[in-house]
């Protein structure tokens, strides 16, 4: 039975088998690489690293890299217990309650671990308020608890993620994950139904603006660039053009997806759905080939014109 209790009212993680791929390293960039420099407040992450404290991060990464969440995560809150404001433990914590609360069938404990997750943004945005980090946390957080709540509410939040997502990517540009959530959420709003748009309209001062399929396609494949290997980024895009109708290059990305090597329980599902969606792209174009090439056959040539009618 997992625990649902621990510090400050977060799950306490415990070591599971089933894993999914970890974020990008820690690793961020200087402020100048931005553009712009990010508004941080003096006060974060006030407590000096301690000897401990530097273990505990040590061996978070090293269990990212073997794909154990569970275990991280665990290391992230032991470094929270000793310095309650450690940024990059806050927003990595969110992430990974994230990534271990999708695991689950159970809505009780996958809201755990969103619930959480949505704490610990809550807790890097006060330090960093506008972040990458802190700000991808929280989007990934809300864009999470979008599955778990009513139809009306998710239109609230949709709108609430949109400040968040574009601060992830434009503070974070080196982060795929902040991108890959930017081209979802891109794609999700431009696709507003009637009923959504009317709503929004009418009870929530209006829709988010300026998404579009192309800007989804744009930021899927910033993603997919930075991190070549990730086969959800793969997947992600090769839907996205096959809803638009780019069928080869649906077909290109599926066979790039389906070579790539599996270390998760995750990957391999995701590499399969990619299996899955290949076959009846292939047969499609199949078809069109053979359409296309049946059509030129049965041209007739132009007559020719003679000399005497010149």
Same mark, same amino acid.
């Given at each position: 039975?997992?625990?649902?209790?621990?510090?400050? =009212?977060?799950?306490?993680?415990?070591?599971?088998?089933?894993?999914? @791929?970890?974020?990008?390293?820690?690793?961020?960039?200087? @402020?100048?690489?931005?553009?712009?420099?990010?508004?941080?407040? &003096?006060?974060? $992450?006030?407590?000096?690293?301690?000897?401990?404290?530097?273990? !505990? %991060?040590?061996?978070? @990464?090293?269990?990212?890299?073997?794909?154990?969440?569970?275990?991280?995560?665990?290391?992230?809150?032991?470094? +929270?217990?000793?310095?309650?404001? !450690?940024?990059?433990?806050? *927003?990595?914590?969110?992430?990974?309650?994230?990534?271990? =609360?999708?695991?689950?069938?159970?809505?009780?404990?996958?809201?755990?671990?969103?619930?959480?997750?949505?704490?610990?943004?809550?807790?890097? +945005?006060?330090?960093?308020?506008? =972040?990458?980090?802190?700000?991808?946390? /929280?989007?990934?957080?809300?864009?999470?608890?979008?599955? %778990?709540? $009513?139809?009306?509410?998710? #239109?609230?939040?949709?709108?609430? %993620?949109?400040? !968040?997502?574009?601060?992830?990517?434009?503070?974070?540009?080196? +982060?795929?994950?902040? *991108?890959?959530?930017?081209?979802?959420?891109?794609?999700?709003?431009?696709?507003?139904?009637? #009923?959504?748009?009317?709503? $929004?309209?009418?009870?929530?001062?209006?829709?988010?603006?300026?998404?579009?399929?192309?800007?989804?396609?744009?930021?899927?494949?910033?993603?997919?660039?930075?991190?070549?290997?990730?086969?959800?980024?793969?997947?992600?895009?090769?839907? /996205?053009?096959?809803?638009?109708?780019?069928?080869?290059?649906?077909?290109? /990305?599926?066979?790039? &997806?389906?070579?790539?090597?599996?270390?998760?329980?995750?990957?391999?599902?995701?590499?399969? %759905?990619?299996?899955?969606?290949?076959?009846?792209?292939?047969?499609?174009? @199949?078809?069109?080939?053979?359409? !296309?090439?049946?059509?030129?056959?049965?041209?007739?040539?132009?007559?020719?014109?003679? &000399?005497? =009618?010149?």
């Amino acid at each position: 039975m997992l625990s649902l209790t621990g510090l400050a =009212g977060l799950p306490v993680a415990r070591a599971q088998k089933t894993t999914t @791929a970890q974020p990008s390293p820690p690793a961020r960039p200087e @402020a100048a690489e931005l553009g712009t420099k990010p508004k941080t407040k &003096a006060n974060a $992450s006030p407590a000096p690293d301690s000897v401990a404290l530097r273990q !505990h %991060l040590r061996q978070a @990464a090293s269990l990212q890299t073997k794909y154990k969440d569970s275990e991280a995560l665990a290391e992230y809150q032991a470094v +929270l217990k000793l310095n309650a404001q !450690h940024y990059e433990s806050l *927003w990595r914590a969110a992430v990974l309650s994230v990534t271990i =609360g999708n695991r689950y069938s159970d809505e009780t404990r996958k809201k755990a671990y969103f619930d959480a997750a949505h704490q610990y943004a809550d807790r890097a +945005l006060a330090l960093q308020p506008e =972040g990458g980090e802190s700000n991808y946390a /929280m989007a990934l957080a809300l864009f999470s608890e979008a599955g %778990l709540i $009513s139809a009306r509410d998710r #239109l609230r939040l949709f709108k609430q %993620l949109r400040s !968040h997502v574009f601060l992830a990517a434009e503070r974070r540009p080196d +982060l795929p994950e902040a *991108w890959q959530l930017l081209g979802r959420w891109y794609y999700r709003v431009a696709h507003y139904n009637v #009923l959504e748009k009317t709503f $929004s309209r009418i009870f929530l001062g209006g829709f988010p603006h300026g998404a579009s399929s192309k800007k989804a396609i744009d930021a899927l494949e910033k993603a997919h660039q930075l991190d070549p290997g990730r086969v959800q980024y793969c997947y992600d895009l090769a839907r /996205m053009y096959k809803y638009q109708g780019h069928r080869r290059k649906a077909i290109a /990305m599926l066979q790039e &997806a389906i070579k790539l090597p599996t270390y998760t329980s995750e990957d391999l599902t995701v590499n399969r %759905l990619c299996q899955q969606l290949l076959p009846p792209l292939l047969r499609a174009a @199949a078809r069109r080939d053979r359409l !296309h090439a049946r059509w030129y056959k049965n041209l007739k040539p132009a007559p020719a014109t003679s &000399a005497a =009618g010149q």
